[in-house]
C-alpha cells in the first residue's frame, strides 16, 4: 500500500508564520520548512496548518474529514503551542487567581490519541512532532510590550524560566503519547537544543523559528524521514 501524499495538520510553526522586525508584524516566511520539504521528499505536501490552533481544534478537522481522504495518507500532527499557552491579559489583571492554559494536560493528551486513532482507523499513517524550544525571556517581553503588568505575571509564573518549563512539559506530553501509542515522532525540540543557542534561531517574540530555525526543521524532519524511506507506505505511488 502505497501513500498518495503528507497532510500536515498544526499551527503556526509549521505553517511558517515569523515575526517581521522591519513592518513589525506577523508574516509568512516564503521558504520555511514545509517549502524545503517540498522540494526534497518523494510525496506531494498539502499544508493544513494555521496560526493559534489548538489540537482539540485539529481533532475537530480530523473529524470532519471524509474518513476516505485520510486513507494511505501519512498525517503529521503538530500541536502544543497554543494549548500551553495562557490568557495573559486575565493573568495580569488576576495573578493570584487560579489559570488554566488554552488546553489543559488531560485533554492535549486526549486529542493526541484520538487524533491517532482516527487517522489509523481511516488507513492512514499517524506522525507526531515534538515542540521547538521557546525563549522565557523575549517571550515574557512580548507578551508584556502593551502594558500587561510584567509584575503580576511574574507573581503568576514565579520567574521567567516557568514558561520554558511549561512548554517543555507539554513537549514532553507528546513523547509520551507517542511512546503509548507506537506513534512515530519528529524530534523537532532535539534538533533545536543540540545544535544552537535557542535565541539565535526565534524571531523577537521568543516563540516563532525564524529563517534559520526553520532550516533546522527542515533538516530534522528530512532525517526522520530518510529512515522511513524504504516503507512501501512512503514510496511514491
Known sequence: ??????????????????????????????????????SLLPLPIVNRSQMGRTAPEGLQMLQNQDPSSL?????????????????????????????????????????????????RDCGGRPILSTLPPLDPYRYLDWITRDGLSRENILRFLGR????????????????????????????????????????????EDGIHPNKAGHKIIADAALQFAGNLLGDPLLARA
Open 160 to 203: 521567567p524560566e516557568r514558561i520554558y518549563r511549561w512548554q517543555e512539559y507539554y513537549s514532553s506530553m507528546i513523547l509520551h503519547v507517542s511512546a503509548e501509542t507506537l506513534c512515530e515522532c519528529v524530534p523537532i525540540r532535539e534538533a533545536f537544543l543540540s545544535q544552537v543557542r535557542g535565541e539565535d534561531v526565534l524571531c
Open 1 to 38: 500500500m502505497k501513500s498518495s501524499e503528507i497532510l500536515i495538520l498544526g499551527d503556526s510553526v509549521f505553517k511558517g508564520v515569523v515575526f517581521d522586525n522591519v513592518r513589525q508584524r506577523y508574516t509568512l516566511l516564503k521558504d520555511g520548512a514545509v517549502q524545503m520539504l517540498s
Open 71 to 119: 486513507k494511505n495518507r501519512v498525517v503529521v500532527l503538530e500541536f502544543g503551542g497554543n494549548d500551553c499557552d495562557f490568557n495573559w491579559r486575565k493573568v495580569a489583571e488576576q495573578p493570584d487567581a487560579p489559570h488554566t492554559p488554552n488546553t489543559d494536560e488531560d485533554a492535549f493528551q486526549d486529542a493526541l490519541y484520538r487524533m491517532i486513532a482516527r487517522v
